[in-house]
């Protein structure tokens, strides 16, 4: 089993950036597919990146990519996305997640953080 615990969210301008960090616990975390997922009140959870165990993969939601680069650093049991040229669209509850198979839907990851807020003001 991983824990996993978010931090880094907050209130940003239009068109800042803010980086989203995912700390794990738990020595197997490399053995992960790892993604980030968000949540507008009142909307569906939604997929928004995902990266493989070794890195070198990576695969984004239409809405984010050239915007948004997730990364991670298996030494560290960290994950993170770093947001760039943010909209007002991207305010939700951001939520790191992992997985052992691989997968953009909801229902594909086992272990979720707790999320964390990111607002972005026009």
């Known amino acids: 089993q991983v824990q996993l615990v978010e931090s880094g969210g907050g209130l940003v301008q239009a068109g800042g950036s803010v980086r989203l960090s995912c700390a794990a616990s738990?020595?197997?975390?490399?053995?992960?597919?790892v993604g980030w997922f968000r949540q507008a009140p009142g909307k569906e959870r939604d997929f928004v990146a995902r990266l493989s165990r070794s890195g070198y993969s990576t695969y984004y939601a239409d809405s984010v990519n050239g915007r948004f680069t997730i990364s991670r650093d298996n030494a560290k049991n960290t994950m993170y996305l770093q947001m760039n040229s943010l909209k007002p669209e991207d305010t939700a509850v951001y939520y790191c997640?992992?997985?052992?198979?691989?997968?953009?839907?909801?229902?594909?990851?086992?272990?979720w953080g707790q999320g964390t807020q990111v607002t972005v003001s026009s």
């Open positions: 997640a992992a997985t052992l198979k691989a997968g953009t839907r909801v229902g594909d990851y086992a272990y």
């Open positions: 738990g020595r197997t975390f490399s053995s992960y597919v």
